[in-house]
């Protein structure tokens, strides 16, 4: 998804080919240094260091700081989604959910359990100190939320789940077993937190199928 | 407990009753700024014009700011966990395990959701990047689940769970259901989050009782 008409920046609608790569390699460095660093942790001068651009052309595409904070949230979340297609597009079945957490554990071996979730670790930061920041992140995680509740509901709508399962719920559960769980992985460095914490909740889905 | 004789600084074996006061007024001072503006965005000097004190009393009773973060881990724990208590020593049924759960909600909607866990909100922003600081996290969150863990594992023990109800994981399971509600609730500013994923978690125990 091209994140470049959607975030922050005066100039963000009329970008040459040039610019919109510039502007994609600031948003690419700054997401780097964040998930690392934090976005407190990360000045602009970072920025401009490892991205080889001046602090003009940062304040040009973002206006501000929290301008380019907001397109690294969007840019974290477009990448996510988009790495985790079309596995996300078809969560209607109990292995398909199993497939889609299980991806995720075996991604946070191979990186010895560092660095958490993209999304989480930017909302435990942002969500209080800036409104803005917290509105996109509301955003980002109803956007991680909607494939699982599509596809309970289409599970629902083909009778497989139960009519009483209440999918919007089950939806909600899951996703907050999978950010707490990377937390807890990330601290204990073993994903095991996070296939103990993601499987109750499949279990507890799977309690709701019609057989 | 005393987190006087547990957590950095070279001077913490023989303090005066002043310097115990004063070692723990530098502690909750940073505790409360750190929980609002996170360890990165608090500096010394912050510390030193909220808490009264010189920079020097502060290195003196810690070290460095990462003695310091490291006693305000155990201080929030601490903390946390004597708040809790006694119902925190008898979640051996699931009916004191849902109070305890929606205890948090109530405190949760009390604060208009802002603030999240004092200590998963640490544990976000260091364990990648301070290993002192992760090994702590680690025992804070042991104290955490251990706590749940052995009400299921007294509630196994009087055979009230199925024997093969592994306590260990699901123990896990309800502290990262707790961590990820919580985070989830901080960003949308509603407690729903947190009590849909609680509630999934606390479904999925109670399917092991034996009736």
Redesign the interface.
């Known amino acids: 998804m091209d994140t470049s008409v959607k975030a922050g920046g005066p100039e963000r609608q009329r970008l040459t080919k040039g610019g919109r790569r510039t502007r994609e390699r600031i948003i690419e460095t700054a997401a780097e240094l964040m998930f690392?660093?934090?976005a407190?942790?990360t000045s602009i001068p970072d920025i401009q260091a490892a991205a080889g651009v001046s602090a003009s052309q940062i304040y040009h595409y973002f206006g501000d700081k929290q301008g380019l904070v907001l397109a690294v949230i969007d840019h974290q979340t477009d990448t996510q989604l988009a790495r985790q297609r079309p596995l996300l597009d078809s969560l209607d079945s109990i292995e398909a959910l199993r497939e889609w957490c299980d991806g995720a554990a075996s991604r946070q071996d191979d990186r010895g359990c560092?660095?958490?979730c993209e999304i989480?670790?930017l909302?435990?930061?942002l969500?209080?100190?800036d409104q803005s920041a917290?509105t996109r992140?509301?955003s980002a995680?109803d956007r991680w939320e909607g494939p699982i509740r599509s596809g309970l509901a289409r599970m629902q709508a083909r009778g497989e789940l139960s009519e009483h399962a209440?999918t919007a719920?089950?939806a909600?559960?899951?996703?907050?077993?999978?950010?707490?769980?990377m937390?807890?992985s990330?601290?204990?460095?073993s994903s095991?937190?996070?296939r103990?914490?993601v499987?109750?909740?499949l279990?507890?889905i799977e309690?709701h199928l019609v057989r």
């Open positions: 690392h660093r934090g407190r942790g560092e660095g958490g989480g670790s909302a435990s930061e969500a209080d100190s917290r992140l509301v995680f209440d719920a089950l909600t559960a899951l996703l907050a077993a999978i950010q707490g769980g937390l807890l990330q601290v204990r460095r095991t937190a996070y103990q914490a499987s109750a909740v279990d507890h309690s």
